[in-house]
């Protein structure tokens, strides 16, 4: 863990962290996208789970949530890259506290709009696996959250939490 500390708590250049960021994105907006739109539909039809469709409706709340959730999100990101000298990543923390943007509106702007997004995705296709994966994914973060962020990671967003 000491490594980790040490290694978080160095700057990295703009390139290193634009390169972190898009590989933790294949994951984020790749493949769990993915799960939820694709695999876990077909795994509830596997199942012979019933599908939670109430057409339009599915379409107007998925639209708003993965609208909402991108842009908190990207926002979010962005603020990160260009005014805090970090990433979204632990290992790349931000090297200042954020309290503009959207952190003025949240403490967790980026955990917020991925879980929004994600329902949004799970709302879509009516899946009940995808519902479920995205609770317990919002579990996971949250719990990472609470629990790793207080041992501190040498991040000043971290020191807030």
Known sequence: MKTYQKWAQRRHSLVQRLAASLAAGVLIVGLIPIALLIWLPRLDARLNLPQVLFTPVNQIIAGLLITAGMAFGLWSVYVQLAH?????????????????????????????????????????????????????????????????????????????V
């Open 84 to 160: 805090a000298e970090g990433t979204p990543l632990p290992m790349m923390p931000t090297q200042r506290l954020l309290v503009d943007g959207p952190f003025r509106l949240c403490r967790n702007p980026m955990t917020l709009g991925t879980l929004l997004a994600y329902g949004g995705m799970a709302v879509l296709v009516g899946s009940l696996s995808a519902l479920c994966t995205v609770v317990v994914i919002g579990g996971l973060l949250l719990s990472y959250l609470h629990f790793c962020g207080r041992e501190g990671t040498g991040s000043a967003v971290w020191a807030s």
